[in-house]
């Protein structure tokens, strides 16, 4: 950056007086964080975020074949769905740089909200005013259990049983546990043992493992079905259909890369 260490280390001592705290711990080899850098750190990432977008936004006015495509999605989506469609969009697309990000539902719409991404795709409902939502498929949770539970072979479940079961779900913030525990008191159905994962496939592996009963998306069940390892309950009647949704900040700049992704998403079944 032709920055002397001299004259970094005044600059940075400028910074610091103006905004009152330590950003640094001098070591006799090197710095590192204060907490309060920390802090500071997490809303610089924001920032560059915010750049590539900003850059992103530029290209697209001249070309819309260029710049840096950010994305944020939920769990199902981003392991299900959507890596084909990115390989799909850079070959059509070689000059674009793409980047995901994969987390709740929660967390993709506040990543919308601040501009860290260009666009958001989520399973769950939508708490937010500030974010336009665009369905774009419908999908289901299914009850599923390992084919060694006491249940797989059953053709009726009683009340008393599925409240007797441990419950896996995911972490708060996420669609799909919003979703569940939904269903559950619709059904007035008391949720007595849980154990939370912050991803689906953790949650696939417990059950495997041992007993429990967790609602989980078809999308992602091929596998686990066609082996054998985990069963679909068809008999507890208990099925969740589910919108999956984009989602944009309000009076967004029309992006036709975004716009190129939707069409991707919306043809896929």
């Not at 920055?3 to 070591?27: H, N, P, Y």
């Not at 992103?56 to 495509?69: C, F, N, Q, S």
Request: proline share 3%.
């Amino acid at each position: 950056m032709h920055i002397s260490q001299s004259a970094l280390s005044r600059e940075l001592k400028v910074f610091e007086d103006r905004l009152g705290v330590t950003l640094f711990e001098r070591l006799p080899r090197g710095m590192k964080l204060t907490p309060e850098g920390g802090v500071l750190e997490s809303y610089a990432e924001r920032l560059f975020d915010i750049a590539k977008n900003a850059e992103l936004a530029m290209r697209e006015i001249v070309d819309g074949k260029a710049g840096h495509l950010s994305i944020g999605a939920s769990n199902t989506i981003g392991t299900y769905i959507l890596p084909p469609l990115i390989v799909e969009l850079k070959n059509t697309h070689p000059d674009v740089q793409v980047s995901l990000f994969i987390g709740n539902t929660e967390q993709v719409c506040k990543g919308v909200e601040d501009m860290r991404f260009n666009l958001g795709l989520i399973e769950g409902p939508v708490h937010n005013s500030n974010l336009v939502v665009e369905p774009f498929r419908v999908d289901e949770l299914l009850p599923v259990v390992s084919a060694s539970n006491q249940f797989s072979h059953q053709n009726v479940i009683t009340k008393h049983e599925l409240e007797c079961q441990c419950l896996l779900l995911r972490e708060n913030g996420s669609g799909m546990r919003e979703l569940t525990l939904d269903l559950f008191n619709q059904r007035k159905i008391k949720v007595k043992d849980v154990i939370e994962f912050n991803n689906i496939e953790a949650i696939k592996q417990a059950l495997i493992s041992g007993d429990g009963i967790a609602w989980l998306p078809s999308v992602g069940m091929k596998i686990e079905f066609e082996t054998g390892v985990l069963t679909y309950l068809s008999g507890l009647d208990m099925e969740i259909s589910r919108t999956l949704s984009a989602v944009r900040r309000k009076n967004s700049t029309r992006n036709t890369l975004v716009d190129h992704l939707i069409r991707l998403l919306s043809a896929t079944r």
